[in-house]
């Protein structure tokens, strides 16, 4: 599998670029930052991105999203988080609106399926960090956002945070297979197990 990540950014924000084997085509996964070397990047492994997904709509994970797909790439996104994309004031992020328009916003919500770049990706709803968060599940690896992190979880105290919702999606997150990759929005990648065993936020649920 190709996989690659830039993190070289205010919030240490992971934009994902990834690819399974044999596949020339990418799929980038919350380009908050320098759209112009997430492309190099690409570049430079052959790849072709086809698709933008956003695992949130907070600026840090979507703020190069228009810049990055330009006229040819879809964004998806979860409908709760769409009015991020225009209206970040009235959504309650706090981010400043992204400097270039998303041109072609597509809606996502639980249990769609997404196949680009030879992967087949599930769209698992799991708000609380913010109303529409997400996260992306394949057979081999979870693409987590801001739900949790290795050793930690997201915040949920932003003005359309949920601290009900947001436990939910942890004990969501708790039913999935121990094995099971873990890439999350910031810092390295984890295990379900690992968390299980050793994430203090979760081992209170």
Request: aromatic share 8%; with cysteine; charged share 20%.
């Amino acid at each position: 599998m190709y996989r690659e990540i830039f993190s070289d950014n205010p919030f240490d924000t992971n934009c994902l670029m990834l690819a399974a084997d044999g596949s020339d085509d990418a799929v980038v996964v919350d380009p908050g930052f320098a759209p112009q070397v997430v492309r190099q990047m690409l570049d430079a492994a052959g790849k072709q991105p086809v698709a933008v997904l956003a695992t949130h709509g907070h600026f840090d994970h979507v703020g190069s999203a228009g810049a990055l797909c330009g006229d040819e790439l879809p964004l998806y996104i979860h409908e709760a988080d769409e009015l991020a994309l225009t209206d970040p004031a009235a959504w309650g992020s706090g981010f400043p609106t992204p400097p270039v328009p998303v041109k072609d916003v597509r809606t996502v919500v639980e249990g769609d399926v997404l196949e680009f770049a030879g992967f087949r990706i599930e769209v698992v709803h799991t708000p609380g960090h913010t109303p529409g968060s997400v996260c992306f599940r394949t057979d081999a690896f979870l693409i987590a956002g801001d739900l949790v992190f290795r050793g930690a979880i997201g915040r949920s105290d932003f003005p359309n945070s949920s601290p009900r919702d947001m436990e939910r999606s942890l004990r969501r997150f708790l039913s999935l297979p121990d094995p099971l990759a873990v890439y999350p929005g910031h810092g390295p990648e984890t295990t379900v197990g690992l968390e299980r065993r050793s994430n203090p936020f979760l081992l209170e649920l």
